[in-house]
């Protein structure tokens, strides 16, 4: 099996280890659904980077395409790639939403809206709490 396979297995581990893994913040957003407040974490000015999922490091997003859409939460406009992600249909807080999960261990990161700027015309608008910068400067020196 490559390297690019083993990536993108399923992460699948109990309850008990997720509590382990993730800090009490973490755990209530991508395992219960939750959120955090707006404007408490919008990962702002940070160069140039991915932002990988803090439950199991999947990679999401690349900087380039983070923009500030005033919504208090960090936002972009393209996954890093298609399959990296999944979508589901929200229809909780009594209105229809598309809510993002990663894609290898089914947290929760947020929504997608099309309301975003061009060429997709998306803003996925995920909770900062989950998600972790990595400059390019740290993936040069992992490699």
Not at 83 to 91: E, F
Not at 113 to 135: E, H, K, M, Q, W
């Amino acid at each position: 099996m490559s390297q690019a396979e083993k990536s993108k297995e399923k992460i699948q581990l109990s309850e008990k280890e997720w509590k382990e893994r993730l800090t009490p913040e973490q755990y209530h957003i991508l395992r219960q659904k939750g959120t955090e407040r707006p404007f408490t974490n919008e990962m702002k000015e940070l160069g140039d980077g991915t932002f990988a999922c803090a439950g199991c490091g999947n990679q999401l997003f690349d900087s380039e395409t983070k923009f500030e859409s005033g919504c208090g939460w960090p936002s972009f406009y393209q996954t890093l790639e298609a399959d990296n992600i999944q979508t589901a249909d929200d229809n909780s807080l009594f209105t229809r939403r598309t809510e993002v999960l990663c894609a290898q261990c089914d947290g929760h990161l947020g929504h997608v809206f099309d309301d975003g700027p061009r060429p997709t015309g998306l803003r996925y608008c995920i909770n900062g709490a989950v998600i972790d910068f990595v400059s390019v400067e740290d993936e040069e020196e992992s490699d």
